[in-house]
């Protein structure tokens, strides 16, 4: 009697089992399960953005996100150094995000490396036409278009405290003069991103040198670089403007806390500056460099968005044509470039109203006309490899400044020839 039991309990679960298997077929062929009904395209974003700007361009993101709720952006943060090498060591072992976002002189080794694609045919003319021509010339190499801007500038100018500072500084003299009283080791007549090669550019430009000649070669071991080293080396050990040592982060600080009377910074901290010193913050133009009568010559340039090389799935790049589209609206141009402080990108952008009245955009301008372009080439990433370690040196006082110059030289044409070998 248990054995014919056992029987029926087995037809039984055989049953349940063939109906459960036969109602789940039918069920999976008119109703998706849940990851294919809700399937989301995750767009990895790369950058070296600001501290003060992260937030804002989050809030833009989550507006985009909900707008287009099938896709999500994952941002992850770099150093500006630290961005360009991972992104390269991502991108050739086959990895790494769909885009990445940075300054317009990576476009020259990462597309020499065929680390990011030509966006020409990418998004079409009509897209690019919204842009206004000179500042899309900032995202090209030759007629490739290579990124899509967002804001053009990321100059630097001169920022100074009104409490501690009764004029606004017009000539490196006058800081020298304000170092007789912000002197005593708590209080300083000026801090700078002392060792970073983008903050001593405008130095070189005052005296009247270039990193490229008029044939594109690398010179670096001139007199004017000599110049500005010693001049840069001069105002810290000589005139002792500038603390024993700093990075930007310090830099910062002390001129937020008060302990600096001045401060070399981009155009991307006058909005934070603001909100920390209020109308107490003043911003002129890089000043006048020594004997030389001419103002500091900053570079220029534009940030935008790339292509990875490795986005292959249509899919994939139809949501970064949204998001591209998404990156040219009126909206999101003109919020990120009120809080970077510098120009929008696209033709409709550059006529709001906010920007057109807003002070540190129109400073932001200002500034550009006495700077220069930054050199869009590859070579243009190793002057700035080789430039770090001798400014760093000069700035130490560990070397002079012609023995710098000429090792950056010879450093420099190595670094070149690697890069035409990749």
Not at 272 to 295: A, C, E, S
Not at 355 to 381: C, L
Request: proline fraction near 5%.
């Amino acid at each position: 009697m248990s054995k014919n039991k056992n029987k029926v309990l087995l037809v039984m679960v055989a049953f349940i089992f063939v109906l459960s298997t036969l109602l789940s077929g039918c069920g999976s062929a008119n109703i998706p399960s849940a990851s294919q009904s809700n399937a989301q395209i995750t767009l990895n974003l790369w950058e070296q953005m600001e501290e003060p700007i992260d937030n804002v361009f989050d809030a833009q993101i989550k507006v985009f996100e909900q707008q287009n709720p099938g896709i999500k952006i994952n941002r992850v943060h770099y150093k500006t150094e630290d961005l360009r090498s991972q992104f390269q060591t991502a991108v050739l072992s086959g990895k790494g995000p769909e885009l990445v976002y940075g300054p317009n002189d990576n476009m020259g080794p990462m597309s020499l490396g065929k680390l990011i694609v030509p966006l020409n045919d990418f998004m079409g003319k009509d897209f690019w036409n919204k842009f206004d021509p000179g500042i899309l010339n900032t995202a090209k190499i030759g007629n490739d278009i290579l990124a899509v801007p967002n804001v053009n500038g990321n100059n630097l100018s001169l920022l100074y405290n009104k409490k501690m500072v009764s004029k606004a500084p017009e000539n490196f003299s006058d800081i020298i003069e304000l170092a007789k009283k912000y002197n005593d080791g708590n209080t300083y007549a000026m801090v700078t991103n002392e060792n970073e090669p983008y903050w001593f550019v405008p130095f070189l430009g005052a005296y009247g040198g270039k990193v490229f000649d008029d044939n594109g070669m690398i010179t670096v071991n001139t007199p004017q670089m000599v110049q500005a080293f010693k001049y840069l080396h001069d105002l810290k050990y000589v005139s002792k403007v500038m603390p024993k040592q700093e990075t930007q982060e310090v830099a910062e600080g002390l001129f937020k806390d008060g302990k600096a009377a001045t401060l070399i910074d981009g155009a991307w901290s006058f909005t934070d500056m603001h909100n920390k010193l209020g109308d107490d913050l003043g911003i002129v133009l890089f000043p006048k460099v020594g004997d030389t009568g001419k103002y500091g010559v900053p570079y220029y340039g534009s940030k935008g968005f790339s292509v990875s090389a490795n986005v292959k799935d249509q899919k994939v790049k139809d949501a970064i044509k949204k998001f591209f589209e998404f990156v040219a609206s009126q909206d999101f141009q003109v919020t990120i470039a009120k809080k970077m402080g510098q120009m929008p990108c696209t033709i409709e952008a550059l006529k709001d109203p906010s920007i057109t009245s807003d002070p540190y955009v129109n400073m932001s301008i200002n500034q550009m006309k006495n700077g220069t372009a930054m050199p869009i080439r590859a070579e243009m990433r190793a002057v700035w490899d080789a430039m770090r370690p001798e400014l760093e040196a000069v700035m130490a006082d560990k070397k002079t400044p012609e023995q710098a110059a000429k090792d950056m030289q010879t450093k420099a044409e190595e670094l070149a020839k690697d890069l035409t070998k990749k």
